[in-house]
């Protein structure tokens, strides 16, 4: 009897913790105090976190105790911002970014050309989650320009430090333009182009990365189809810096996004569109987007961000006269990072002798960032570049954050939004943040069939612990395109968790590696055998 009683005792203690999850003390992380803001559903309202296993598990009214306690008492808890537009890859550039609250941080614009190594390169030594598409610039290269030079870059930092310049000095050595860029390959040529892209697939490309815009006189309309057709085999992403950047026909910008677009309706594949707000269309590329999307079920989205200025390389296709004339810009508004303005002998000395210079562009009325933040569908990037010196060479991760010449939108972009959001109320925080955080998962996810994005983006118990910490009142962007400014980091943004380990803490980023991967696995076959590759024949002594 005395046994059955003391059996029954033990049931109903049992019982009674199973009962009470909230009150366990074995959170690893928890967020007291704070107000918690889930896009996906709404939801805001003041309650505990309890983080456990990269998860969060508790989202709670109960008093929550955990290894590690923040007090978020005056702070909105929000999951931690996304963006697929981000061309730095180093660990200074990625530590920057993490005190602006980017937590999963991806290039689909560009991307990588062997993406085995890049993937193996970043494990480990990664604070926030990383993802990567395949570079059909870097295919190019390979093929028009030699392997030798595509091997002295994997990604767009390493682009401009030394593939561009080297493709272009060999092309002017011998008597020729860039294969790169303005080639037009022939079957052949076709053929192993497409095989690199399709190997980069295999290896778990999150897509294909295809700045047309940079490659206008190169890339005709059958090999952009065949980029996105090659892509659609998979069931990924084609990104594109599409092909005009311009305001005057023929070659208005939005004609650009509608030739990427209509391949995409007939593919039934993924589209995302790069930085709409810079093809200077954005008015109507915006809205067809979204009619192409929500009327007509096409998987496509666009993004924006928030600066009035755009950031490139001098050799850049739109700096072409003819391509200023389009834009409606000229020499003066261009500028070096140490804010030196050119002129035409500026711009024909940087253009032929240093083709890779990372320039700034001001090609948009300031008053139109707030317009074109606004637009419903869009989400928020930042078309960060890479943080690097006057050599192009990237900065170690201890460097301090002063004496760097960068856009500014590589270190302020989420923060400087925030702050637009108190102070020239240009849309309700809520929708801010899902701009920046869950819509790109649901677009990736939903879209783009990535499955990583099922448990991204979201405040909710079972989603993982990429969360950002910040105070609404005070969070502001610091970075300016003042020389030595660019890479200064946002404040108001205290902690910041990547896989329920603690980034950020109290403004200070943590040296740790929480990072993961976001790719597709490793397939024994490619799928290039699906699909022909006949192109039109061309001269091959073209200029």
């Given at each position: 009897m005395?046994?059955q009683r003391?059996?029954?005792?033990g049931?109903l203690?049992?019982?009674?913790?199973?009962?009470?999850?909230a009150?366990a003390?074995?959170y690893?992380?928890v967020?007291n105090n704070g107000r918690?803001m889930?896009p996906?559903?709404n939801?805001?309202?003041?309650?505990?976190?309890?983080?456990k296993?990269g998860?969060?598990?508790?989202i709670t009214k109960?008093?929550?105790?955990g290894k590690e306690?923040?007090n978020?008492k005056g702070h909105v808890v929000?999951?931690?911002?996304i963006e697929?537009?981000?061309?730095?890859?180093d660990?200074f550039?990625r530590?920057v970014?993490l005190?602006?609250g980017?937590?999963?941080?991806?290039?689909f614009?560009?991307?990588a050309?062997?993406i085995a190594?890049w993937?193996?390169?970043?494990?480990?030594?990664t604070?926030?989650?990383?993802g990567?598409?395949?570079?059909?610039t870097?295919?190019r290269v390979?093929?028009?320009?030699?392997?030798e030079?595509?091997?002295?870059?994997n990604?767009?930092?390493?682009l401009f430090r030394?593939?561009?310049?080297?493709?272009?000095?060999?092309a002017?050595k011998?008597g020729?333009k860039?294969g790169?860029?303005?080639?037009?390959?022939?079957?052949?040529q076709m053929?192993?182009?497409?095989?690199?892209?399709?190997e980069?697939?295999?290896?778990g490309?999150l897509?294909v990365?295809?700045p047309?815009g940079y490659?206008?006189?190169?890339?005709?309309?059958?090999e952009?189809?065949?980029y996105q057709e090659l892509?659609?085999k998979?069931?990924?992403v084609?990104?594109?810096h599409?092909?005009f950047?311009g305001?005057?026909?023929?070659?208005?910008?939005?004609l650009?996004?509608?030739?990427?677009?209509a391949n995409?309706m007939?593919l039934?594949a993924?589209?995302?569109?790069?930085h709409?707000?810079s093809?200077m269309?954005w008015?109507?590329?915006?809205p067809?987007?979204n009619d192409?999307?929500e009327?007509?079920?096409a998987?496509?989205w666009?993004?924006?961000?928030p600066?009035a200025?755009?950031?490139?390389?001098?050799?850049?296709?739109m700096?072409?006269e003819?391509?200023?004339?389009?834009?409606?810009?000229?020499?003066?508004?261009v500028?070096n990072?140490d804010?030196t303005?050119?002129d035409?002998?500026?711009?024909?000395?940087v253009?032929?002798?240093?083709?890779?210079?990372?320039?700034?562009?001001y090609?948009?009325p300031p008053?139109?960032i707030?317009?074109?933040?606004?637009?419903?569908g869009?989400?928020?990037?930042s078309?960060?570049m890479a943080i690097?010196?006057?050599k192009?060479n990237y900065y170690?991760?201890?460097s301090?954050?002063?004496?760097?010449s960068?856009?500014p939108?590589s270190?302020?972009t989420r923060?400087?939004?925030l702050r637009m959001?108190?102070?020239?109320?240009i849309?309700?925080?809520m929708?801010?943040?899902?701009k920046?955080?869950y819509?790109h998962?649901?677009?990736?996810?939903?879209l783009?069939?990535?499955?990583?994005f099922k448990?991204?983006g979201r405040?909710?118990?079972?989603m993982?612990?990429d969360?950002?910490v910040?105070?609404?009142?005070t969070?502001t962007?610091?970075?300016?395109y003042?020389?030595?400014?660019?890479?200064?980091?946002s404040t108001?943004?205290p902690?910041?968790?990547v896989n329920?380990?603690?980034?950020?803490k109290?403004?200070v980023?943590?040296?740790?590696?929480?990072?993961k991967?976001i790719r597709f696995?490793v397939m024994?076959?490619?799928r290039?055998?699906?699909i022909?590759?006949?192109?039109?024949t061309?001269d091959?002594?073209?200029s």
């Amino acid at each position: 009897m005395k046994k059955q009683r003391h059996l029954l005792i033990g049931i109903l203690l049992m019982s009674v913790m199973g009962a009470m999850p909230a009150m366990a003390a074995d959170y690893d992380v928890v967020i007291n105090n704070g107000r918690v803001m889930d896009p996906e559903t709404n939801f805001d309202g003041v309650r505990n976190v309890g983080i456990k296993d990269g998860k969060i598990v508790a989202i709670t009214k109960d008093a929550i105790k955990g290894k590690e306690t923040i007090n978020a008492k005056g702070h909105v808890v929000a999951p931690g911002f996304i963006e697929g537009h981000q061309h730095a890859t180093d660990q200074f550039s990625r530590k920057v970014n993490l005190r602006d609250g980017l937590t999963t941080q991806m290039d689909f614009e560009s991307g990588a050309g062997d993406i085995a190594k890049w993937y193996a390169e970043a494990e480990g030594k990664t604070q926030s989650n990383y993802g990567m598409v395949v570079l059909a610039t870097l295919a190019r290269v390979s093929v028009l320009d030699g392997p030798e030079i595509a091997a002295m870059g994997n990604d767009m930092g390493e682009l401009f430090r030394g593939v561009v310049g080297a493709a272009a000095a060999k092309a002017q050595k011998e008597g020729r333009k860039p294969g790169w860029s303005s080639t037009l390959p022939n079957k052949e040529q076709m053929t192993r182009i497409m095989s690199y892209v399709d190997e980069g697939l295999r290896q778990g490309a999150l897509g294909v990365g295809v700045p047309v815009g940079y490659m206008t006189t190169g890339v005709t309309q059958y090999e952009l189809y065949k980029y996105q057709e090659l892509a659609a085999k998979y069931g990924r992403v084609t990104n594109g810096h599409v092909r005009f950047a311009g305001v005057r026909p023929p070659n208005e910008g939005q004609l650009g996004v509608q030739e990427m677009l209509a391949n995409a309706m007939v593919l039934d594949a993924p589209f995302m569109a790069s930085h709409l707000n810079s093809n200077m269309d954005w008015e109507y590329t915006i809205p067809m987007i979204n009619d192409a999307r929500e009327k007509r079920g096409a998987k496509v989205w666009g993004e924006v961000y928030p600066y009035a200025a755009g950031s490139t390389i001098a050799s850049a296709d739109m700096l072409t006269e003819a391509g200023m004339a389009q834009m409606g810009i000229t020499y003066s508004d261009v500028a070096n990072l140490d804010g030196t303005r050119w002129d035409k002998a500026m711009y024909e000395d940087v253009r032929k002798n240093d083709p890779g210079r990372a320039i700034v562009i001001y090609n948009n009325p300031p008053e139109a960032i707030a317009k074109w933040l606004a637009q419903p569908g869009v989400v928020i990037v930042s078309d960060g570049m890479a943080i690097q010196d006057e050599k192009l060479n990237y900065y170690p991760w201890d460097s301090p954050y002063e004496g760097k010449s960068v856009h500014p939108r590589s270190a302020g972009t989420r923060a400087k939004v925030l702050r637009m959001v108190r102070e020239e109320k240009i849309m309700p925080l809520m929708e801010a943040i899902s701009k920046m955080s869950y819509l790109h998962a649901k677009y990736f996810d939903e879209l783009g069939g990535i499955p990583h994005f099922k448990t991204k983006g979201r405040m909710q118990e079972g989603m993982d612990a990429d969360i950002v910490v910040f105070n609404p009142d005070t969070v502001t962007d610091n970075s300016s395109y003042e020389p030595g400014k660019g890479a200064l980091p946002s404040t108001g943004i205290p902690y910041v968790l990547v896989n329920g380990v603690v980034v950020v803490k109290d403004s200070v980023v943590q040296k740790v590696f929480p990072g993961k991967p976001i790719r597709f696995p490793v397939m024994e076959k490619g799928r290039l055998d699906q699909i022909s590759i006949e192109p039109r024949t061309f001269d091959p002594d073209q200029s």
